[in-house]
């Protein structure tokens, strides 16, 4: 089955970090990129960044590019975003999706998401 | 404020037609493919529309997808209560770098 299922919800304090991790199956990991996104509730959906399967490159938005990393381990065919010294402003549910051009966002395939919520 | 503009809400009755624009620039949609994405409540966005006007498989041809020069529209035909829904254009943009824009997305109602 064709499918990227991510890590479960996480409750985190300002100024720490979340590593979220969205592992693919059913197709071949490293043939597509990986975007992930983000959509704070009640508004618009956020890109952050993306990383290509095939040679590990990774481009960031200038938004986030001092604060999120993007990896990925192919043997065990899943990615991670990393999201460091967080804030109140960073709780939202985050995406990962499967693209195929570094520059066209086509995601066909998406993940259940992840509530990441950030709270004294 | 999103780099693409979309109205935030339009609707129909049963049966009719409505259409989403989605306004930018020449560096997003004036020189790169739009996207469209349908996001149910509580659910992750799908794929509606790629390549400005492609429909992935199982997608119904009630969708339809347009881009003239810096603007892009979405049509629903036929329009059914299953497409109350939000609706989101997406483009790389070349500006800051290069990066992926959403538009600020679209209620869609079925009255």
């Known amino acids: 089955q064709v499918q990227l299922v991510q890590s479960g919800a996480e409750m985190k304090k300002p100024g720490a970090s979340v590593k979220v991790s969205c592992k693919s199956s059913?197709?071949?990991?490293?043939?597509?990129?990986m975007h992930w996104v983000r959509q704070v509730p009640g508004q618009t959906l956020e890109w952050m960044g993306w990383?290509?399967?095939?040679?590990?490159?990774?481009k960031y938005s200038q938004k986030y590019q001092d604060r999120v990393t993007i990896t990925q381990d192919t043997s065990a065919s899943t990615a991670y975003m990393e999201l460091s010294r967080l804030r109140s402003d960073d709780t939202a549910v985050y995406y990962c999706?499967?693209?195929?051009?570094?520059?066209?966002?086509?995601?066909?395939?998406w993940g259940q998401g992840t509530l990441v919520t950030v709270s004294s | 404020q999103s780099v693409v503009t979309q109205p935030p809400s339009a609707s129909g009755t049963f049966g009719q037609r409505v259409t989403i624009s989605c306004s930018g620039s020449?560096?997003?949609?004036?020189?790169?493919?739009v996207n469209w994405y349908q996001q149910l409540p509580g659910t992750a966005p799908k794929l509606l529309i790629h390549?400005?006007?492609q429909r992935p498989a199982g997608v119904p041809d009630r969708f339809s997808g347009s881009k003239s020069g810096t603007s892009a529209s979405l049509a629903i035909s036929g329009l059914r209560s299953e497409d109350e829904a939000e609706y989101y254009c997406a483009v790389w943009d070349d500006s800051l770098s290069g990066r992926v824009v959403f538009g600020g997305g679209t209620t869609v109602s079925v009255l």
């Open positions: 059913g197709y071949t990991f490293n043939s597509y990129t």
């Open positions: 020449r560096s997003n949609i004036g020189r790169n493919f």
């Open positions: 990383l290509n399967g095939g040679t590990g490159n990774t």
């Open positions: 390549g400005n006007n």
């Open positions: 999706g499967r693209g195929y051009s570094a520059f066209d966002p086509k995601i066909d395939l």
